[in-house]
């Protein structure tokens, strides 16, 4: 969103406030819950962007990042930085993805991809489309048993939660939600 689309929203959530009786001092935390960066990673799945609910994070101060489209059951992701600079270094970047179990989570994740040496040249490059069913040679891939696998195959119909973690002298991991197809 640009600043302003965000300072109108937050005008119009002012104005919303106002009529219903808010304090300022509430309407002041939605605005700064609005403007406040949860991550500094920029995520896709299969080409479409990984996104808050503005509303919702200015409403309880935090909303999980969703795709809005359903997945394939072979995803591609693709990341990238909105400033670089504040990541300096990175050792480590790797990826679970957790099946959806009991209106939750599962603790144990379907798979957990991570890079196939410690070599920093490497790890997942920003700017860069990963195919997860077929993991380039760098990258190494378990399953929910903690067997190698040569890359991710989703159950159909089914939700899951990506936990992307990116490691450095900043390090940064962002929980994105997917439905596959």
Partial sequence: MTKRMIGMA???????????????????????????????????VDGMPAEQNKLKKGAMGYAKFKVKGTC???????????????????????????????ADYSHQPEFTIYPATQDSNQLMKP??????????????????????CNGVTLKPGMDYMMVFTVAGDKSDSIQVLISTK
């Fill in 127 to 148: 700017g860069t489309v990963y195919n997860l069913g077929a993991l380039p040679s760098n990258m190494k891939c378990m399953n929910f048993e903690k067997q190698p």
């Fill in 72 to 102: 394939s059951t072979s995803p591609s992701f693709k990341f990238d930085f909105d400033d670089p600079a504040k990541f300096g270094r990175i050792t480590s970047t790797n990826m679970q993805i957790h099946q959806a179990f009991e």
């Fill in 10 to 44: 937050i005008l119009t959530i002012g104005f919303v406030g106002v009529g219903t009786g808010c304090s300022a001092g509430s309407m002041l935390s939605v605005g700064k819950n609005i403007m406040r960066k949860d991550s500094r990673l920029i995520v896709y």
